[in-house]
């Protein structure tokens, strides 16, 4: 398989303050601890309605799926949430509605908190606390790159100004900044620091940072990586994939659960076939399928909503600017090709409404 490879130190009595309130939280009604940060934790986009508004009913229904089929966590308002198109009001919105529909689940509802400057990065995070949301997902300004000693600072920041909140380090690879696994080490001292989002397709790193500090560290790479990271123990991963083939996902990990993991890998096959074909193209140079025309010159987010409307499990709407939405016709092409080439990947219906009450998709590996 072809793999693209992928973004002042604070007061001793805050920090204090911060572990006292997350060692007396119960892991169903405060922070986000260590210990539950696990399981799949699923990515779905920002639906907007065809006028670019955001589309509040979509969010809702997205959200009753993803944890009626037993995912673990839902993250909203990263990049594939493109929250570089949200105001400050629409995030929090979102952190609403998402803390609402979690709220009871066992689900974790978990926001994207990125700003282009500290103070914007902790009013995102505060605001996600404030709702009761039990984990932000973020990273460092982006547009300059930090040096350790700033990127230390930066997270004491906001740790200390959003202690009642667990913090997952977004390691980005489409973000020029290094993260060591001597600079985790050095952040897992903080009370609420619970591990990182590892979205790149380093394999080996991936797995050094399992035993480098207490902290948990997941990989947002499921396309050709799932079976082998359940095979690994992972303390579970991050899927954009799964709100395109839910059943898919679920009939692999199944296997996984079972130690079948030959059956696991042919399970995924198909699906991992089929991400390479319509992101990554085939071949060198890259080669797309070509009854999907001039597919590549669309951008990731058109792409990915375009996807995810063809799959259907989803409703997302288009893209905002800067992207260009994929045309009506095609999106019909895509639908087509999918029907014809890859029907098996299409989730039924009623997939949601199948699945038991209760259950849940990533399978605990046996220690």
Request: proline share 8%; glycine share 10%.
């Amino acid at each position: 398989m072809i793999r693209r490879s992928f973004l002042a130190a604070t007061a001793g009595s805050g920090l204090a303050a911060g572990a006292s309130l997350l060692a007396a939280a119960a892991p169903s009604g405060g922070p986000m601890t260590r210990e539950t940060y696990r399981g799949l934790f699923a990515y779905p986009p920002t639906p907007f309605t065809p006028d670019l508004a955001l589309d509040e009913e979509a969010i809702r229904s997205n959200c009753r799926k993803l944890v009626r089929i037993g995912v673990d966590g839902i993250v909203m308002g990263g990049t594939t949430g493109e929250f570089y198109t949200l105001s400050e009001k629409e995030h929090l919105r979102i952190a609403e509605i998402l803390h609402e529909e979690t709220r009871g689940t066992g689900v974790a509802g978990v926001i994207g908190a990125t700003g282009l400057n500290t103070p914007e990065v902790i009013r995102r995070v505060s605001a996600a606390m404030e709702v009761g949301l039990p984990a932000a997902l973020t990273m460092q300004p982006f547009y300059a790159t930090l040096t350790k000693r700033e990127l230390l600072a930066f997270w004491r920041q906001v740790s200390a100004a959003c202690p009642k909140i667990g913090l997952i380090v977004y390691h980005f690879e489409g973000v020029k900044q290094v993260y060591t696994p001597e600079i985790f080490r050095q952040l897992a001292p903080l009370p609420n620091m619970l591990g990182s989002k590892e979205g790149h397709f380093d394999f080996k790193a991936w797995r050094t940072l399992q035993t480098a500090s207490p902290l948990v560290h997941m990989s947002a790479t499921d396309a050709g990586w799932l079976v082998e990271l359940h095979r690994e123990k992972a303390p579970g991963v991050g899927s954009v994939n799964l709100t395109l083939m839910p059943h898919v996902m679920r009939r692999t990990l199944q296997l996984c659960g079972e130690g079948k993991y030959a059956e696991a890998e042919q399970s995924f096959a198909r699906f991992n076939e089929f991400c390479v074909k319509v992101r990554s193209g085939t071949g060198r140079p890259f080669l797309f399928p070509p009854e999907l025309g001039d597919w590549e010159e669309y951008g990731g987010a058109a792409r990915g909503k375009a996807l995810a409307e063809a799959f259907g499990f989803l409703k997302v709407g288009p893209p905002r600017l800067p992207a260009i939405p994929v045309t009506a016709e095609m999106q019909k092409r895509l639908r087509g090709y999918i029907e014809r080439t890859y029907p098996d990947l299409i989730p039924p219906v009623d997939f949601a409404e199948k699945v038991p009450a209760g259950s849940k998709m990533w399978p605990r590996p046996k220690s």
